[in-house]
């Protein structure tokens, strides 16, 4: 969903700081000397939890009474540390249930068109998390962000296809996804999500229309850090094209008659 960046596959591990890069160091030393801002900083991620669950708690019935929402994998999340969560993106309900599914708190990388859709919605974003990404140019302020997030143990949702898919299918992603991963040096878990576009094709006024909706996660897949040379275009290519081919093999399997957990993970 993001930009594409300079990336290897060297899968050294790090510490939790060392996947920010100089810049990003710089600014969180900065804040540092400012007190009132690097305690407004310490303060806003629980402000963020706090609002996240709170309306996760009320969707979470919603969604498990009126849309038979049924979880599956969740064996395959880690069980802390930060991640990448890569899933198929029909319209908004995607990320509504990806929030309730997964056990921890998301923050999403949105489009500025997304982000800014009323006067309201920025305020409602940046208290939940979210992280403003511009597709059309790079974008190093959000990539800073993600890689202070993720430096910070969050989990970073991206939906790689970019805009939502409005045929109802998957389609190509794009090599922001795999740039991060690569230079954060974290895991990467692919989702499918069943379901969502049927709620919402044809409806007026984004009113979703009941509907059985489902999430299945995949096995993290770990693609390296960068450290000692430049990753190619056409590598950045072959790991995006590595996702995206996870995330269709689990939406095969979606559909699928398996065992699943309905209304997703207990807690947040």
Known sequence: MAPGGDDSHSSAPLTPVSFLPPSTLAIER??????????????????????????????????????????????????????????NHHNYIDGVVLAVALPRPIAFLVMPRVFNASPLHPAFHRRVGSIPLNLERPDPGAIKQVLRALAAGRVIGIFPEGPFSREGRLVSGQPGVAMMALRAGV??????????????????????????????????????????????????????????????????????????????????
């Not at 059985?212 to 450290?227: I, N």
């Not at 190619?232 to 081919?245: D, F, K, N, Q």
């Open 30 to 87: 900065a804040s540092d000397r400012r007190p009132c801002l690097s305690m407004r900083r310490r303060l806003e991620p629980e402000c963020c939890r706090f609002l996240y669950r709170l309306l996760r708690g009320g969707c979470a019935p919603v969604l498990k009474k009126l849309f038979d929402l049924r979880v599956s994998g969740l064996e395959h999340l880690p069980a802390s540390g930060p991640f990448i969560l890569a899933a």
């Open 187 to 268: 895991p990467v878990v692919p989702a499918a999500i069943d379901g969502t576009y049927e709620a919402l094709a044809g409806r007026r006024f984004y009113v979703p229309r009941r509907h059985p909706l489902s999430v299945r996660f995949g096995a993290p897949l770990h693609l390296g850090h960068p450290r000692y040379r430049r990753v190619t275009r056409a590598e950045r290519g072959e790991l995006t094209g590595r996702i995206m081919s996870e995330i269709a093999a689990l939406l095969e399997a979606n559909r699928s008659p398996v065992p699943a957990v309905a209304g997703g993970a207990a807690g947040s």
